[in-house]
Structures are given as C-alpha cells and as structure tokens.
C-alpha cells in the first residue's frame, strides 16, 4: 500500500515538475508566440529521432549477422540440382577446392550447407543443442514410423529418452556381452560353410560379409522369435525391404526440394516409400505380435533377453511419459534403425578392409604375422583377443577413413540461426558433414589416397604440421563412435 501510495506521488510529482517547467519557459520568453515553440519542440523531437534511428542503425549494423557461406550459382528454380552428379560426396568435395571448407548450394528451394573441416565440425559439435536435429526427408519420416527413431526424432525429452535407451539398455556392455555366443556361433557358422563348400572357388566376399552380420544382427535383435527355414525366410523379406527403403531414403525426391510440388509426387516416390513402408510395418509388427504371444506366462532371465525382449519390457511400463517406457512405434522405430544401420555399414566395411588388404599383401602379411603371434594357427579368432590386434585394428581404421560407409553422415537441420566459422547457416537448412572429403584432405593427411596401416607414417598433422594420433581419432570418430553413445559419455543425461 505504501509503495503504490508514493509510485503515484511520484507520477504526479514529475509530470507537475514538467508542467511547470513549461509555464516558466513561457513567462521567461513572453515575447515568443506558442506557435513557435510548438514548431521548436517538433524539430527537436524530429532531430532526436533522426539521430536515434541512425544510432541504432549504426548498432545494427556492427551487430549485423554474418553472411550466408559462398557457393556456386544454379539455375532458376532448380538450382544446382542438374550439376551433381550420382556420387554426392565425391561431388561436393569438389566443390570444395572451389568454395572452401564451408559453402551453401540451393537444390531446388531448399538451402544445403556443406562442411569439410575438422575445426569446423568441432564448432557444429559445440552447438550440439541446435544442431540435434536431422533434416527429415519424405522417405525418413515414413520409414522412420513418423521420426519415432533414434534418427530422425526432434530433439526434445523424447529424443533423450530414445538414446538413453539405446545406449544404456541395448549397447551397454552387459547386454553385448550376454549375446557374444550367438555372434560367436554365426562367424564359427559363415567360415565352417566357406570352408566346407567354397574350399578352392570364387566367393563373393561382399555377399558373404552381408549374409554373415544381417544374420547376426537379426538374431541380436530378435534371436529367439524365428528359426531355420522360417527364420531364413523372414531375414531374407527382411534384407529386402531393408535394402530398398535405403534406396529410397537415398534418392533425391523433388517433392523435398521443391514442396509446392510434393502434392503431385512427380517421381512416384512417396507412393513407392508407403508400399515398402507397408510391407516394412506388417513385418515387424508380425514379429512384435508373436514375441508378445509366446511371452505371456513365459518370463525370460534378464541375460537371456534379445534386444527385443529389452524393448518391450520397456514397453510394457505402459506409462509412456515415464523416464524409460517406449510406445509400440518407437520399437519399431529402434529395430529398424538398428536393422538398417547396423547391416550394411558393418558388412560395407568389412568388404573395403579385404578388398584393401588384398591390394596390398605386405599389410595383409603383417595382420597373418600379428593373428599367428596373438590368436596361434589353432585357435580362432575371439572378440576378446581384438584388443591385442593392433595391426588389424589399423587396418579397419583405414578402411574407414578411405570409404566412409555413410561419406556424408545423417545431414543435421539447426533449430535456430547460427553461425559457424565466418558465415551463418540459417534455421531449417540442411547440413551436410562431408567426411569423405576430410579423411582424403591432402592437408591433413600425408598420401591420404594411400591405404598405410602404419600409423607412424599416415597420421594426419594437427594445425602446426605436427602428426598427430589424437586427430585421426577425432576425424575418424563420427564414423567409429555413434554420435548418441559420445553424447552420453560427454554426460549428456545428467
Ligand atoms: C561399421 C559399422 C557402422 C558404421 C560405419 C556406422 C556409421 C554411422 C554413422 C556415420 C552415423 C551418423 C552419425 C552422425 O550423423 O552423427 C550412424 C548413426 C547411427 N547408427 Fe551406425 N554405424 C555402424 C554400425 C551400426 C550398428 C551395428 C548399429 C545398430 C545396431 C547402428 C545404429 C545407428 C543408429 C541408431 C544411428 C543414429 C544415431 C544418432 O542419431 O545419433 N550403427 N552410424
């Protein structure tokens, strides 16, 4: 009550003051018409404002945002569409020598940032909050049960929770270690076959590679739901429909790049994305369903659960706004990423490691010599002896660094306006990582188009042309380490 009592007086007494004033400025300046200082306070107000609004100006402009990233020049309303051709990595690195490590390119009517610097990605990471999400494309929202992946779901408390669990229920130690015997007796399956019926024929090694990890992976995700001939059945519907929403997700749909279009799906994608998506969804579902089925009455101990199980469990919480309880789409969402990421990336760089080491027999000499000194002629090869191969290991890490199985990574879209390096990269943009470009970059790399296990002679040298081990790490890293499993260990759950 006082306080209002004495804001008021306060009022009063200063507009008072000011009538005053006035009346003073008046008596003193009797001889001056009211019309004058009527026209005097009006240029003085006017002059006030001029020097105000150019003072502002002047501010906003010192605070200006900094430009757009340079780039090439398209055609209208396509843009740059037509100049790309069907390996983008490769031709976005060209690009590169042209306008430097961070360039924008219009296709069709959306803007497309490309970045190739390691100092660069390191500030995308520094703003890792905008920068969580990933553009959706028509195909991914689809295939992506409505962005209820790991993927492609928008940042927020439900993009937490679905790494958290992915991270810590299905990638943890405890629960690979639980599963090591099936991956054990798949590889011991895949090379007794080789041995038995290719001993001295041709083996397509990529096909191999594939049968061999979609295997292993199914069974990791499902193991216990389809056996023998059923279960060979559904992993090879699987493999289908996995590789063909990868295509789909791959092509480059018009209906994205120019959306007043997308009405009339020009290319019939969308049409074509709903028919596999369809067939996708009955698949899966088929299985959750079942599992649900033999599940009733039929507890499983926790070691023996496939990351099925895991999922529905977390499930069957049915509090969905709890910490860790999933919804049905969500489960589908996580075994289709792992299904579709997992394969064949896994079997993809399998293949480049080989196909590598038989184009250069002194490395694949040097991993035999190094398997003969830690493994024996004997024994076979086990996951716990992978920390001793340290030649292998360097190998596979080539293998990464030259074909990067996802050269360009997921692209991002910032949530908001920022800027990264000298340029800003507006809101809604697509940004892509070009990783390929960076781990064949001559200015980091000695030789970087040579295949040299030797790390001694191949690291990459840090800013100073020093060599340095750490930043083969930190460049090969988006492509070793997921990005949900780093963003945990940098604590970002607590
Ligand atoms: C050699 C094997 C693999 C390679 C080269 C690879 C590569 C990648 C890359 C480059 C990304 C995108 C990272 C980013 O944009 O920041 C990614 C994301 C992802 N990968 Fe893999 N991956 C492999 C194996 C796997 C496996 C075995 C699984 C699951 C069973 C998996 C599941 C995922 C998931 C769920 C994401 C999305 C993570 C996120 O959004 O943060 N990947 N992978």
Redesign the pocket.
């Known amino acids: 009550m006082v306080i209002a009592t004495s804001s008021f007086n306060f009022t009063c007494i200063a507009s008072s003051t000011a009538n005053l004033t006035w009346l003073r400025m008046e008596e003193a300046n009797g001889d001056l018409q009211q019309g004058e200082l009527v026209v005097e306070a009006f240029v003085t107000i006017i002059a006030v404002s001029i020097v105000a609004f150019w003072l502002m100006k002047k501010g906003n402009k010192t605070r200006q945002a900094a430009p757009l990233p340079p780039g090439p020049r398209g055609l209208p309303v396509i843009g740059y569409l037509p100049f790309l051709g069907i390996h983008l990595h490769k031709s976005f690195t060209q690009l590169a020598r042209d306008y430097g490590p961070i360039y924008k390119l219009w296709l069709g009517h959306k803007l497309y940032v490309v970045i190739s610097s390691p100092s660069l990605v390191k500030q995308v990471r520094d703003h890792d909050v905008t920068f969580a999400d990933?553009y959706p494309s028509t195909a991914s929202k689809i295939i992506s049960f409505g962005r209820n992946?790991?993927?492609f779901c928008p940042y927020g408390a439900e993009w937490r929770k679905l790494?958290k669990v992915?991270v810590r229920e299905l990638m943890s130690s405890a629960r690979l270690n639980a599963s090591y015997v099936l991956r054990k007796r798949h590889v011991e399956k895949a090379i007794k076959d080789v041995y038995q019926k290719k001993t001295g024929k041709a083996l397509d090694f990529g096909q191999f590679a594939f049968m061999l990890i979609s295997n292993t992976?199914l069974s990791m995700l499902w193991g216990s739901t389809a056996h023998g001939e059923q279960g060979e059945m559904l992993s090879s519907q699987i493999r289908g429909v996995a590789e063909e929403s990868m295509v789909l997700q791959g092509a480059p749909n018009i209906s994205d790049l120019i959306p007043s279009l997308a009405r009339f799906d020009l290319q019939g994608l969308e049409r074509k994305i709903h028919v596999t998506f369809r067939r996708l969804d009955q698949i899966v579902s088929s299985i959750i369903e079942e599992r649900r089925k033999l599940g009733e009455g039929n507890s499983v101990g926790e070691e023996a659960k496939d990351l099925l199980q895991v999922l529905l469990d977390l499930n069957n919480h049915g509090d969905y706004a709890a910490e860790s309880s999933i919804t049905d789409n969500q489960i589908k969402g996580i075994l289709v990423?792992?299904m579709i990421?997992?394969t064949d990336?896994?079997s993809t760089?399998i293949e480049w490691t080989m196909a590598e080491l038989m184009q250069h027999p002194d490395a694949m000499q040097k991993v035999h010599k190094e398997l003969d000194e830690v493994i024996g002629r004997s024994n076979a090869v086990e996951e716990f002896h992978l920390p001793r191969l340290h030649y292998l290991e360097a190998a596979i890490k080539e293998a990464?660094r030259l074909h990067?199985?996802?050269p360009l990574?997921?692209p991002?879209c910032p949530t908001e306006d920022c800027q990264i390096g000298r340029y800003t990269i507006p809101k809604g943009a697509t940004v892509f990582?070009n990783?390929y470009a960076m781990h064949r970059d001559p200015q980091l790399w000695d030789s970087p188009l040579e295949f040299r296990p030797d790390w001694e002679k191949g690291l990459p040298r840090d800013s100073h042309g020093r060599e340095d081990a750490q930043l083969h790490s930190s460049i090969t890293a988006?492509?070793i380490r997921?990005?949900?499993s780093s963003?945990v260990d940098r604590g970002g759950f607590d």
Request: net charge neutral.
């Open positions: 990933r992946d790991i993927a790494r992915f992976v990423d792992s990421g997992g990336t896994t760089t990464f990067p199985a996802l990574l997921v991002r990582i990783a988006p492509l997921m990005e949900a963003w």
